[in-house]
T-cell receptor
């Protein structure tokens, strides 16, 4: 069965370190997205990609970067982790028909 | 810009009670509308959707009708169960875009 997987599920890191969160999907979806979920804010879009070598900034992209070298993967990198980036991060993918997203199970990141 | 406003939670109901979670939106043109559900410790799952005015989305006993005149997409269920306890997110997709804009979520707790 096709799926979308995120790793790790939980991560604790120190302020200033570079961190990469993985997202891998086997749906063959062109579109991939990264959101962060925080209490009182719902889900906010960080970065997204509509295909290989395409990346775009979302509403809260400062301090984050992504790259898309193949269809299956969209890793999210925190260049220099800050306490404000403590959050739950969700990856999602979709096809072009606009059927809605398929979400991963999330990564809980704590920056200490 | 596009936005989604959901009723503030949390909502606590007894089993078999009637559920309404209000959702209104601001968007240009004719967006597609979605309800997602997030069970504890999991990612979001698509619950139902509607792509044009007067469409009714339905799934697992939940319903929502796309009302363009009131820019609303309220979620309803006639008789909730304990297993419906979750966080519910309303979302819209603007035509021509693959991005989803989410509301802040409404936490539902159903007591036996």
């Amino acid at each position: 069965d096709a799926e979308i997987t995120q790793s790790p599920r939980h991560k604790i890191t120190e302020t200033g370190r570079q961190v990469t969160l993985a997202c891998h999907q086997t749906w063959n979806h062109n579109n991939m997205f990264w959101y962060r979920q925080d209490l009182g804010h719902g889900l906010r879009l960080i970065h997204y990609s509509y295909g290989v070598h395409d990346t775009n900034k979302g509403e809260v992209s400062d301090g984050y970067s992504v790259s898309r070298s193949n269809t299956e993967d969209l890793p999210l990198t925190l260049e220099s982790a800050a306490s404000s980036q403590t959050s739950v991060y969700f990856c999602a993918s979709s096809d072009w028909i606009g059927h809605g997203y398929t979400f991963g199970s999330g990564t809980r990141l704590t920056v200490v | 810009g596009n936005s989604v406003t959901q009723m503030e939670g949390p909502v606590t109901l007894s089993e078999e009670a009637f559920l309404t979670i209000n959702c209104t939106y601001t968007a240009t043109g004719y967006p597609s509308l979605f309800w997602y559900v997030q069970y504890p410790g999991e990612g979001l799952q698509l619950l139902l959707k509607a792509t044009k005015a007067d469409d009714k989305g339905s799934n697992k006993g939940f319903e929502a009708t796309y009302r363009k005149e009131t820019t609303s997409f309220h979620l309803e269920k006639g008789s909730v169960q304990v297993s419906d306890s979750a966080v519910y997110f309303c979302a819209l997709r603007q035509g021509g875009s693959e991005k989803l804009v989410f509301g802040k979520g409404t936490k539902l707790t159903v007591n036996p």
